[in-house]
């Protein structure tokens, strides 16, 4: 499959490269957890179930390798779990679809951690279909196809792969990996209220600016649990988010209950600008752009 989409190019501005790593706040208070899970919900037999994504594309050729981004957001959202609510709690990371199906109960709560390329039951839960891609080891690629959310990835082509466009072009971007300058696919943002795709900005060095953190939650139903999901696309922001879990929690539960009011499902589109630290240690850090965040309800 083929997709012929606009495309906005992205802009190229100054550098966010700067010298030295800034020292991380990892402080986890307690804090309200009802913009997240179904805090009514009381049934003795509840548990919270937290799904921290894969390296997809390395995972489909034989290894399981879990992101670290990911890993350490499911230990924060684990130990911000038991801090705050107490509840019956079980971390799961490398579940299929439908083992985490069939270990849930409706009165359960999931936690998925992880944009559409690296967990794939939340790319199921917010609308991806995963499609093969062509002359490939059995790789496939999330293709967004959901109708009731405002925003969603652009991964790539069914055709070409990860990072290409219309007519096969590849776009790419530098950011720092493991102390190393990587180059990786450069996605896109999709927003069904606007035509073609928003492209991340680029400075003048080739290194990506900006990223942008999907937030979803999916209100219990009759059968159904309740699902929360949040990632982006690279791994930094949903990072940043744990690092400072219960205020970013906070200013998330601010946020929801002055737009929309509680206990409703809704989508958050919250910008993400990446600055790159380069010397002796090279790294990568995201910074939440909270006042400009964008909530909707679905």
């Known amino acids: 499959m083929l997709i012929s989409l606009m495309v906005s190019v992205p802009h190229k501005r100054e550098s966010n490269i700067v010298k030295g790593i800034p020292k991380s706040f990892k402080k986890r208070d307690t804090c309200d957890l009802k913009s997240i899970i179904d805090i009514n919900n009381k049934e003795q037999d509840k548990h919270i179930r937290i799904s921290a994504g894969i390296n997809r594309i390395a995972g489909q050729d034989g290894q399981k390798n879990l992101s670290p981004y990911l890993d350490y957001a499911g230990t924060a959202f684990c130990e911000i779990v ?11 990371e490398l579940e299929s679809e439908e083992e985490i199906f069939k270990n849930s109960k409706v009165t359960d709560d999931l936690i998925l951690l992880g944009g559409p390329v690296a967990n794939e039951n939340g790319g199921n839960y917010t609308g991806y279909i995963y499609e093969p891609i062509r002359n490939s080891n059995n790789l496939t690629i999330p293709i967004f196809n959901d109708s009731d959310l405002r925003w969603g990835y652009y991964c790539g082509d069914t055709h070409y792969g990860y990072g290409f466009y219309d007519g096969g072009e590849n776009k790419t971007a530098k950011r720092c990996e493991g102390n190393k300058i990587v180059e990786r696919p450069l996605y896109a943002i999709i927003d069904r209220e606007s035509s073609g795709l928003k492209m ?4 003048k060095d ?3 600016l900006e990223e942008v953190l999907l937030i979803t939650k999916r209100a219990r139903t009759n059968n159904a649990p309740s699902v929360f999901i949040i990632g982006g696309m690279h791994g930094y922001s949903i990072h940043e988010f744990s690092e400072e879990i219960s205020l970013n929690t906070l200013k998330m539960n601010q946020k929801i209950e002055k737009k929309i009011g509680s206990n409703k499902s809704y989508q958050i589109y919250l910008p993400v600008e990446l600055r790159h630290y380069l010397g002796q240690k090279n790294a990568t850090k995201a910074i939440l752009i909270w006042e400009k965040a964008i909530i909707i309800t679905i």
């Open 82 to 92: 038991d801090k705050s609510n107490g509840e019956n709690h079980k971390r799961i």
């Open 200 to 203: 991340f900005n680029i400075d």
């Open 206 to 208: 080739g290194f990506l």
